[in-house]
Every structure is written in C-alpha cells, then in structure tokens.
C-alpha cells in the first residue's frame, strides 16, 4: 500500500510540473497497458504496468534505483 501511495504521489507530482511530453508519454503508456488488457494476457499486462511504474518513478526523482527494483519486482 505504501508503494501506491507513493506511485500516485509521484503522479500528482508530474501532472502539476511534468514536461510537456510526459502526459502524452504516459497516455501511450496507458494505451498499451489497455491493449494488454484486453488481449487478456496477464504477463504482458504485468510487465507494462511495471515499467510504466518504474519509468514513472525515475520521471519524478523520488526514488532511487533500489527502491524502483524493490516496488516494481524487478
């Protein structure tokens, strides 16, 4: 639960002061996390949502490599 507070945490964050290409970075990112999704494939779905977790966590500077590998199983 920490983890996701600190991920959501991290989104608030980039919405208020993100580049101008982060959001549609993340919306692509987003996209292909759906498209897993509805393709039904629970591993490909799991590997998105973990870099997209994973990128956005180093996009914020608030966690270190370590903490990164240690909240996304990698």
Request: glycine share 6%; proline share 7%; aromatic share 2%.
């Amino acid at each position: 639960l920490q983890t996701l507070r600190a991920y959501d945490h991290v989104a608030r964050l980039r919405a208020l002061g993100s580049s101008p290409a982060e959001p549609a970075q993340a919306l692509r990112e987003h996209a292909s996390l759906l498209a897993a999704l509805r393709r039904r494939d629970p591993d490909l779905a799991e590997a998105r949502m973990r870099a997209h977790v994973r990128r956005s966590l180093r996009a914020g500077g608030l966690a270190d490599p370590p903490a990164i590998a240690a909240a996304t199983g990698q």
